[in-house]
């Protein structure tokens, strides 16, 4: 049995996205057991709605209060202990038996309960978000990190190329990433010194499979499997990248609405239009899994419905099969046995 | 006579591109005189190809020397003092009468030689691009710093957001323009230290005008007229648009040509594809002004064809028309003789 905990609240189609995703969840994977975290009978009724579930799968952890975007992370943690997510957290911590949580709610909360109460593998300076989006060629592209650090030493980035690598490697299985540095051009020399210090680190770190630096015009291309950077410009990448192919995909749907003539040549392309609308629809692709946790934290979007939810709860599934942390620390662990390592320190 | 020089060389189809795009800019404005510089028989050979041109209208400035993107911006300043780019830059500074110049060359060695050679606007800390790009509800909207600048503090971000304004009104004659600050979630509390020192220093100067943070997914929604950024991420922003549209635009006219039937059905899009196509192919908009130097400078994409090397020299022209230094330097001279600024110095 794998236990989850669903926090239900926080997202903006809260609490019955969540519910609704959680219970879909249990009848697709009967391994899965669920603590739901929220308001009581809100989630009662979500599951009298959805008609009914499987009680001896599931349980409820009453917590009335939310936390807010507008929240401050630190206020979140010490003032709102009776929020879903911050129940969630607590119990989380103290279950042996519960491997890991998902929310749709306020990330810098999340990330810094994260931190502060779950703890990070040992040797990890920060944990981090890798989102992976679908490329050009049919390939995927992960970026670490993308949220969670504003400010970044070249160390951390460094760590963040690692844990982003690992998490590609054991959890889709490519074998030697091509990580690329996010920067302002693909020359060496590019960037703050912040980023001519990383590209070092990352070239010695590792050799052939760090390609250089990468510009934002070629996330998509295929080019490369993991970005590294900063969460403030990781962000940024991530987010344009989707809004950009939303915008498109609408100003498509407008013109071909726009004229009759379109209309109709549009009926001959249907399922290609299907096919191109699925594969930019990030809310397909489930949340960003937080690396670098000593358990499995998986945020999903802000706006998810209940199918981003499901696939949300799959990636917690999926971590945990792919056996992520013992390999990050593994791995971290020999940095630290390092013999040159020791004899800088 | 508006008399402005072409840096032919630095570009990916330079001489060629840049040469063709002057001469096309001689004919379409009589008012136009040009200074191409760069290796005299290459100039010479590309204008034969063009047909020749009215030798009264312009000269070549002999520079056998380029600058790559790999030089460090100091060094080319320093040792490539043969270099189009840097030839251009000493007559553009030494001749009263000539306004401005236009280069599709190295980006770090033009924004550090424009502002050591060519020097700042009285008052401004540094000179910033703004580039700006089409928004799907067909307005535009601009993006300032795009990357002369990858480290900024607070004061330097509120003077992009004072030049970029004024260019949005005097260039583009939008009169309030609604600024926004590229941050990593739209709610006030939101980034690091320096996104927070920043979106207080703008709210006090623009009052209304300023809307708040902006998230990379809405840059082109049409919400925002100005996008105020540390030159790092607001590169990463505008190249990732950049390439999302293109990579979509590619993989649309992939799938079309995959089938028969989409094929046949794009038949009868043809007109609407090649409007959106055109919409999206940044080429059409020329380059990004460099704002807050004291004579006008136009850098093109490396990748200019001769129609944006063209746009380019219009953007310089509509510069020269517009009067904005004269606007900037009034401006930052107001604030400057503040009273309650004096107070603090």
Known sequence: MIKL???????????QANVEGALLALEK????YMILSGDQAAIEKCIAEHGGADSSRYEILHAPDVISGEEKPTDAIRLKRESSMMKAIKLLRESDDITGMISTGATGALVAAATVRIGRIRGLSRPAFCPVLPTMDGRIVGVCDSGANVDCTPEQLLQFSIIGSLYLQNYFGIEHP???LLNIGTETEK???LHKEVFKLLAAEHG????GNMEGRDLLTGKYDLVVSDGFSGNILVKTTEGTALEMLKMLKRDIYSKGIYKFGALFMKSMFKKEKDLMNYQNYGGSVLLGTEKIIVKGHGSSG?????RCIEQALKMEKSNLNAKISEYISGMHNDPADKEDN
Chains 1, 2 share one sequence.
């Open 5 to 15: 905990i669903m926090d239900t609240m926080g997202g903006d189609h809260s609490p």
């Open 29 to 32: 994977y009967p391994e899965l």
């Open 178 to 180: 091509r990580i690329a």
């Open 191 to 193: 960037g703050d010194a």
């Open 208 to 211: 052939a499979d760090f390609v």
């Open 306 to 310: 209940s199918t981003s939810v499901l």
